[in-house]
């Protein structure tokens, strides 16, 4: 069965130092890979997604990931973060199940940003 | 701008009493899903449309029920609310082809008294 790990469950970080979110998978075939991010009280945003072809994917809001086989992993990165990232962040693995797209979420990081 | 809408963003209701949540696209989407997300913890299925086709997650509890009577609605019916039912209850879309981005709305909060 799939499934998804970020080991992380809080970070915090100082604005405008760099940051990498960890997220590991485990899934039988080609993964597509998705990292979602989440505000207090709000639904769930597409940062990324790797799906085929180059394993570093840029994102929206200056976010990247890297995808490495070999590791079963899907890092996210951000080189300079601002006040405004400070969010729950989602890695997911999607799977097409007889015919249909579904997500497995891991448990989520939590993004603290200090001044 | 397309979109994905709840209604509505805050419900609260009694111990029992049955409730019903709206979702609702713009996007012309295939695909429809209903999670359910306790506090800090990941995004749980429950259920998905694909058109009219109903797909139950096979530990959605009964007291879970939904309805999708056209392309652009979707309902979510909840029996006899529990305690153990207090959630967030995320909507999202999808045009249901490979690797399709999941979209999402912006929640109801169901609290249960």
């Known amino acids: 069965a799939q499934s998804v790990t970020q080991p992380d469950i809080h970070i915090t970080v100082s604005e405008g130092a760099s940051l990498e979110l960890r997220c590991n998978y485990s899934y039988g075939a080609t993964p597509y890979l998705f990292w979602y991010v989440q505000s207090p009280g709000q639904g769930l945003q597409l940062l990324l997604k790797?799906?085929?072809?180059?394993?570093l994917v840029q994102g929206i809001k200056g976010f990247e990931a890297e995808f490495k086989r070999s590791q079963s992993s899907f890092n996210l990165r951000k080189p300079s973060v601002h006040w405004s990232d400070a969010a729950e962040y989602f890695c997911a693995v999607g799977r097409r199940v007889f015919g249909n797209e579904k997500l497995t979420f891991g448990t989520g990081t939590r993004l603290t940003i200090i001044p | 701008d397309a979109m994905v809408i709840q209604n509505p963003r805050y419900q609260v209701t009694q111990f029992g009493k049955p409730v019903t949540l709206s979702c609702s696209q713009t996007l012309n989407h295939n695909v429809m899903y209903w999670y359910q997300q306790k506090s800090s913890q990941a995004p749980k299925l429950l259920f998905h449309y694909y058109d009219k086709d109903f797909n139950n997650e096979a530990d959605t509890p009964d007291n879970f029920q939904s309805r999708r009577p056209n392309t652009s609605f979707c309902f979510l019916d909840i029996r006899s609310p529990g305690l153990g039912d207090a959630a967030m209850y995320l909507c999202?879309?999808?045009?249901?082809?490979?690797?399709?981005?999941?979209?999402f709305g912006p929640g109801t909060r169901l609290t249960v008294l």
């Open positions: 790797y799906f085929s072809g180059d394993t």
């Open positions: 999202a879309t999808s045009g249901g082809r490979l690797a399709d981005t999941q979209y």
